[in-house]
């Protein structure tokens, strides 16, 4: 089965640039790779996602390698409400069945 | 604005109880989940609906069932609770059709402790 690496938990200061990454050297031509994430006490909420090429959105930034087996979001200015469980995941070809990993959670320092 | 919501945020069973777990979307999505999450294991899926009276197994289906007599809602059955049940489970629902798989749209969770 397609699944995502991703670091346990990272730490970064209030106000400065985040990259998150995830690797997924099994990765198939027609899986997605999502990006979702968990406030405390809630339910997961998407952020971003992209196919090959890099994507932006409001939230956040998605560069993905050129070989598809890694990517990077990016919160270019992390606020503390940022702080959270962002979660590297798969959607395999058209079936929509998400694979979740285990997430980074992510830590502001005021 | 879209919105899922579930019956319960927190709800305390006993062991042997049958217990109804509801799930309601107000965006006339095609599919819907139910996972169950637990610390160190991530979120799991246990059934999926990719539309009216339609259903499919998740990973962890064993002890649960699903029904889904309308499109806007789902419900996750649990006939016989057990501890092991003991979870926080989340509901979420996704347009679908088109070429590329869109967002899924989480409740805010179910915290389910059997006792």
């Known amino acids: 089965d397609a699944k995502t690496t991703q670091p346990n938990s990272m730490e970064s200061n209030e106000e400065e640039p985040v990259h998150l990454p995830c690797n997924h050297s099994?990765?198939?031509?027609?899986?997605?790779i999502h990006w979702y994430r968990q406030l405390p006490s809630q339910g997961p909420e998407y952020v971003i996602h992209?196919?090959?090429?890099?994507v932006n959105n409001r939230m956040a930034s998605l560069a993905i390698a050129e070989d598809r087996k890694s990517s990077t979001l990016i919160l270019h200015r992390a606020t503390l409400r940022d702080a959270a469980v962002y979660y590297c995941?798969?959607?395999?070809?058209?079936?929509?069945?998400?694979?979740w990993g285990a997430g980074t959670k992510l830590i502001i320092k005021p | 604005d879209v919105k899922v919501t579930q019956s319960s945020r927190y709800l305390v069973k006993r062991t042997g109880e049958k217990v109804f777990l509801e799930c309601v979307q107000d965006?006339?999505?095609?599919?819907m989940f139910w996972y169950r999450q637990d610390p160190g294991l991530g979120l799991r899926l246990i059934y999926f609906?990719?539309?009216?009276?339609?259903?499919e197994k998740g990973d962890i289906p064993e002890g649960y069932s699903v029904s889904r007599e309308k499109k806007e809602r789902f419900s996750l059955i649990l006939e016989s609770a057990s501890t092991n049940q003991t979870s926080m489970y989340l509901c979420?629902?996704?347009?679908?059709?088109?070429?590329?798989?869109?967002?899924?749209?989480f409740g805010p969770g179910t915290r389910l402790t059997v006792t």
């Open positions: 965006m006339d999505h095609e599919n």
């Open positions: 995941i798969l959607i395999l070809g058209s079936n929509y069945q998400l694979i």
């Open positions: 992209g196919l090959t090429s890099n």
């Open positions: 099994t990765i198939s031509g027609t899986d997605y």
């Open positions: 609906s990719y539309d009216v009276k339609m259903k």
């Open positions: 979420a629902s996704l347009l679908g059709g088109g070429q590329a798989p869109n967002e899924q749209y």
